[in-house]
């Protein structure tokens, strides 16, 4: 069993910066991909960012430039920086690990960017 546990949501204005925080809980993590994504409410959860074991990343299309995935592997934890943050961020974060074809979640974290 793997436990993600985010942190670092909040409100903040429009233009303004936040960085989440996922501790993850599984001894080899230096070797998962993590991603975070993000789900606003009454649409479906969305791939924002992804980074490999490697370290290569990828990101949504509506972030890129603004967000920036990260990891630390002495502190198994992966990083989302988030600036520029504009209304249509505001969603519930989750952080995620595809392990063994089973996905692991987190319990989330809430964004929230006031127009």
């Known amino acids: 069993q793997v436990q993600l546990v985010e942190s670092g949501g909040g409100l903040v204005q429009p233009g303004g910066s936040l960085r989440l925080s996922c501790v993850s809980s599984?001894?080899?993590?230096?070797?998962?991909?993590m991603a975070w994504y993000r789900q606003a409410p009454g649409t479906q959860r969305e791939l924002v960012a992804r980074i490999t074991s490697g370290g290569s990343t990828n990101y949504a299309d509506s972030v890129k430039g603004r967000f920036t995935i990260s990891r630390d592997n002495a502190k198994n934890t992966v990083y989302l920086q988030m600036n520029n943050l504009k209304p249509e961020d505001t969603a519930v974060y989750y952080c995620?690990?595809?392990?063994?074809?089973?996905?692991?979640w987190g319990q989330g974290t809430q964004v929230t960017v006031p127009s």
């Open positions: 599984r001894s080899m993590f230096n070797l998962d991909t």
């Open positions: 995620n690990t595809p392990i063994i074809g089973y996905d692991y």
